[in-house]
């Protein structure tokens, strides 16, 4: 398999799907909380043509593979995620562009959801590392990331501009192929 594939991944909990306008009324429904849109880099979708312009955007970004995420009990699109910053002659790549509706958060779909991300990165692609970008101010998405298994490796100091037109500091974690066997066998303990 190539870096440039974007396949379905799929678990007991949840199903990664690539993006498509399919999954614009999902998204639409499973983005109705304003506080889910907190601390992403895009505002919340004021309606079905903003959200179809937010998908457009992440298709057509050819450093992305944007995912659906698809909650496997209910059929319902449960929120999105991504890889991004894919480079494979490096074997690198990050993990962001998340979120989650709030009824799905606190439920084992986003484990479940990185771990077949970091899965197909490291068992499939082969990548060397694997990168998580957060705003500073955002403690509950540290603490979920660390969950994982990733080392937080520091912050950088006004990355980027936040929607609202702040400064943003983001705090970087990663995680290695040397370290993924014994995070992977936690989060497979975690999902029981």
Known sequence: MTWNEHPVLSGRHVRLEPLTPDHVAGLFEAGADPAIWAWLSVRQPADL???????KQAVADPDRRAWAQIDLASGRV???TSYYQVVPKHRILSIGHTW????????ALNTEAKF?????????????RVAWETDSRNLRSQRAIERLGALREGLLRAHRIRPDGTSRDTVLYSMTDAEWPGARARLLARLG
């Open 100 to 107: 989650i509706g709030a009824d799905f958060q606190r439920t």
């Open 78 to 80: 449960a929120g999105t």
């Open 49 to 55: 043509g903003e959200a179809e312009s937010m998908v």
């Open 116 to 128: 077949l991300l970091l899965r197909n990165a490291f068992e499939t692609w082969g990548a060397q």
